[in-house]
């Protein structure tokens, strides 16, 4: 983020703590006061827990609401390395619906924005998936797939 604001994006943080988000938008903007590349970048902090649909739903109105294109989306979470499955409050394999469900729930809901976006010539519209190692750690029970 911190980069990009540097460069002269507007990022939004999407971060489901509100203490941590508004602190994280605080320190981005006061840090590219003196370290900005390229002038304009700001951070902005909208909620958004991954853990719940509803908030996910939320953040993605709330985007919306403010009438920013958009140029590029990063889907960037993970959460991995648990023994146990625990749900969401939708009842949802946690490790699935932030790493997966939300993402795909926000690409496809902003997609037509984003396709509006590239209208604008300037710029290169991109969607980037991150992901971890924890591929590597995995084994899938492909004759139990709801095993724990």
Known sequence: AKYFVNHGAHVILACRSDKRGKAAEISINDQVKSNAVYKGGKAEYLNC?????????????????????????????????????????????????????????????????????????????????????WHDKGFIDFDNLMSD
Not at 57 to 79: E, R, S, T, V
Not at 80 to 101: A, C, E, P, S
Not at 103 to 116: R, V
């Open 49 to 133: 827990d991954l853990c719940s649909l509803d908030s996910t739903k939320q953040f993605i109105q709330a985007y919306k609401d403010k009438k920013y294109p958009l140029h590029l989306l990063i889907n960037n979470a993970g959460l991995g390395g648990r023994d146990k499955m625990k749900f969401t409050v939708d009842n949802i394999d946690m490790i699935w619906q932030i790493n997966y469900l939300s993402h795909f729930l926000i690409t496809y809901e902003l997609l037509p924005l984003i396709i509006q976006s590239s209208n604008d010539k300037k710029f290169d519209c991109r969607i980037v998936n991150t992901s971890s190692m």
